[in-house]
């Protein structure tokens, strides 16, 4: 099975940094990954599709690139309501398998 | 206004059987390939199940005690689960699934997402 990784697990920072989350997959999937978004209590939010793609209504702060086995998620300039828990998922052959995820704190 | 909304949560005793509900509303049910994924108490995210149009998918958490399947004439979505264990208590999420499909590339990417529904295995 392909397995996803996430680094770090948590970050802390400020309003107006930028941030930038890793994905790592076991074995090459091209751009096979999804990014979302989620806080307590509320169901995930989908970022990014298909690695680079941004979703309707996704701010533009947000971005995703990488191929093969390493993605990344950046927020441009981190906003108040960006503190919350990013998953990356494999979509891939029927699987769609999530990182741990990676939750970003208030500094 | 795509919308999605999850029942059939309880509490349940290890061994017993439990389904899940999904009604979909707001787009064409019928064409549209759906996700069951979990989240145990304060833990990620971990898909379970997959439907499309060529069959289904299982983690292997779950694989031969879930059973996802869906009636296109109620715009429902389910997920019966069967042998259930303490680790299977989570909060259930359905999505609904969006297709790329770009010169030979496809990819499913999970675009409307339910409020969840809790499953509680215990004594």
């Known amino acids: 099975d392909i397995q996803m990784t996430q680094s770090p697990s948590s970050l802390s920072a400020s309003v107006g940094d930028r941030v930038t989350i890793a994905c790592r997959a076991s074995?090459?999937?091209?751009?096979?990954v999804n990014w979302y978004q989620q806080t307590p209590g509320r169901a995930p939010k989908l970022l990014i599709f298909?690695?680079?793609h941004l979703h309707n209504g996704v701010p533009s702060r947000f971005s995703g690139s990488g191929s093969g086995t390493d993605f990344t998620l950046t927020v441009s300039s981190l906003q108040p309501e960006d503190f919350a828990t990013y998953y990356c998922?494999?979509?891939?052959?029927?699987?769609?398998?999530f990182g741990p995820g990676t939750t970003v704190h208030i500094k | 206004e795509v919308k999605l909304v999850e029942s059939g949560g309880r509490l349940v005793r290890p061994g017993g059987s439990l389904r899940l509900s999904c009604a979909a509303s707001?787009?064409?049910?019928?064409?549209?390939?759906m996700l069951w994924v979990r989240q145990a108490p304060g833990k990620g995210l971990e898909w379970i199940s997959f439907l499309s149009s060529s069959g289904s998918s299982y983690a292997d958490s779950v694989k031969g005690r879930f059973t996802i399947s869906r009636d296109n004439a109620k715009n429902s979505l389910y997920l019966q689960m069967n042998s259930l264990r303490a680790e299977d208590t989570a909060v259930y999420f359905c999505?609904?699934?969006?297709?790329?499909?770009?010169?030979?590339?496809?990819?499913?990417?999970?675009?409307?997402w339910g409020q969840g529904t809790l499953v509680t295995v215990s004594s």
């Open positions: 298909a690695a680079s």
């Open positions: 999505a609904r699934s969006a297709l790329l499909n770009s010169n030979g590339y496809y990819l499913y990417y999970f675009d409307s």
């Open positions: 998922q494999l979509a891939y052959s029927n699987l769609f398998t």
């Open positions: 074995q090459s999937i091209g751009t096979y």
């Open positions: 707001g787009f064409i049910f019928s064409e549209s390939e």
